[in-house]
């Protein structure tokens, strides 16, 4: 489980560059590359996509 401090810095990696946090929460895989997708097409589609990933 991790710990409020850990989610805090993913929040705010998230809000700076989604697909890292993304990849530190989830590691390489379907969600780290649909994440990367959502944030080349629009911004804020990838930064909704990674906060649901980090706080779910």
Do not use: C
């Not at 991790?2 to 590691?27: C, N, Q, R």
Request: hydrophobic share 65%; aromatic share 6%; no cysteine.
């Amino acid at each position: 489980m991790a710990t409020p401090e850990s989610k805090l810095l993913l929040v705010i990696i998230a809000i700076l560059i989604p697909p890292l946090a993304v990849g530190l929460k989830d590691g390489v895989g379907m969600q780290l590359i649909l994440n990367i997708v959502l944030t080349l097409i629009f911004y804020v589609p990838g930064l909704l996509h990674a906060l649901w990933i980090i706080l779910r």
